[in-house]
């Protein structure tokens, strides 16, 4: 592969990761200011006691209604301090079985204990599942706002960095700053932050940076006036098709994720630095010396 070649690739795939960081950090905002975890949690935690009740014949008329036992659950909870902002709302993003159990035992709901410890595992197995789905959509859609807004056309990306070594090269100094920022979020992600406010502030922090970041790769946002034009309805019917086909693939390859491409930048820099040996191996015994151990 010519090293020109290997360049570009890599170039492209450090933007697609940027791109990729400026999605999680909205998706990452809209998480923590919609709570949407938290409330996943306890709409499972429903249908939970929802199932458990028509399973528990003898005991069903003696046990509160799942809306009621989630209000009581929920109350449980705010003691414990798991309260949003605003100190209204209950705000959890994980509920262990164990703590589940005790709660249902301090709120004489002893009836329904052992049908949910028997289908708990079960439901919020769906759960996860069920968010995992929807958290992909929410981050294809949030990838196409995106794409729109940065006007990352894919085809005129990839043209100005094939043509352009200085960007190119610009783009490339900047793998070491991305994979850093890539570790960061990984690290607090597994972390359990205690101060709901100061994850808030860090998200837009980090979306700012990530955003500042995107502007020094080349990008050529959507004006006023071209949006103005679209939506009046004179735009360039020639050129029109290729955009949208670049947005397309743009928000094709987003949707793969940041870890994908991650893992690609490590396998093609350890491609480069093998071609990279081979070369200075080769130069050395066309010059009649030995190759370095």
Not at 189 to 199: F, G, L, M, S, Y
Not at 236 to 254: C, E, Q, R, S, T
Request: glycine content about 4%; aromatic content about 8%; proline content about 2%.
């Amino acid at each position: 592969m010519n090293m020109k070649t290997l360049d570009t690739v890599i170039a492209m795939i450090i933007v697609l990761l940027v791109l990729s960081l400026i999605v999680q950090s909205v998706q990452s905002l809209i998480k923590k200011w919609f709570k949407l975890k938290s409330q996943s949690i306890l709409d499972s935690l429903h249908d939970l006691f929802e199932y458990a009740q028509e399973k528990e014949k003898t005991a069903k008329d003696a046990v509160k209604s799942a809306d009621e036992l989630v209000t009581s659950v929920t109350e449980e909870l705010k003691k414990l301090g798991r309260v949003s902002l605003i100190r209204k709302n209950c705000m959890v993003d994980s509920i262990a079985k164990e703590d589940l159990l005790k709660i249902l035992e301090r709120i004489d709901s002893t009836a329904l204990r052992d049908k949910v410890d028997k289908w708990y595992d079960t439901v919020m197995q769906g759960f996860e599942e069920r968010y995992t789905r929807h958290m992909k959509t929410v981050a294809i859609c949030i990838s196409i706002g995106v794409v729109i807004i940065f006007n990352a056309n894919f085809f005129d990306i990839y043209q100005n960095i094939s043509r352009n070594d200085l960007l190119r090269n610009a783009i490339i100094a900047q793998s070491d700053d991305v994979n850093r920022r890539l570790k960061d979020l990984g690290q607090r992600n597994d972390e359990q932050a205690q101060d709901e406010r100061k994850q808030l502030e860090e998200a837009q922090k980090q979306l700012q940076s990530d955003i500042d970041r995107a502007a020094g790769l080349g990008f050529k946002p959507l004006t006023s006036e071209q949006v103005k034009a679209f939506f009046s309805g004179n735009i360039d019917y020639w050129n029109a098709p290729k955009a949208l086909l670049g947005w397309a693939i743009m928000v094709m390859l987003l949707s793969v994720g940041a870890p994908f491409w991650q893992d690609a930048l490590e396998s093609l820099f350890g491609i480069k630095n093998l071609l990279r040996k081979k070369s200075d191996t080769k130069n050395v015994e066309d010059k009649g010396g030995q190759p370095k151990p």
